[in-house]
């Protein structure tokens, strides 16, 4: 007996860079933080994808970098980047009833001092 790996589809946009109201320290709760989030989201595949396929058979990635590009508030601070992801999750989750699964990964660029990277990886299934 063999086990068949099911199909899957993931998109994926990386490393975008963004400017965000998070952080629990007072030099954190009054300027915006840089932030580099990379986020994934699986969705429901075609049975086919022909040449002709229309983008309607999938998602365009350019909704996924609305979700923390355009979507997260300029307004709100966040205090944990836990709640930023949940907040690009919900606003993916939001727009499409394909996305089954979001990743969202996220890295504090100002508290690196070495070229580390500090940060977290949320991934949470459709509610």
Do not use: C
């Not at 975008?16 to 580099?36: C, F, H, M, W």
């Amino acid at each position: 007996m063999t086990d068949k790996t099911p199909d899957s589809l993931t998109l994926e946009v990386a490393n975008l860079d963004v400017n965000v109201l998070t952080g629990i320290y007072s030099e954190e709760t009054k300027l915006a933080q840089p932030l580099r989030i990379t986020i994934r989201a699986e969705l429901e595949m075609a049975d086919h994808y022909a040449p002709e396929t229309p983008l309607s058979a999938s998602k365009n990635y350019m909704d996924l970098k609305d979700a923390v590009m355009e979507a997260l508030p300029k307004d709100v601070h966040f205090t944990l980047i836990e709640a930023v992801a949940q907040h690009i999750m919900e606003t993916l989750f939001a727009q499409d009833e394909r996305v089954l699964a979001v990743e969202v990964k996220i890295v504090k660029l100002a508290i690196a001092e070495n070229g580390e990277s500090i940060g977290i990886t949320m991934r949470r299934s459709r509610p």
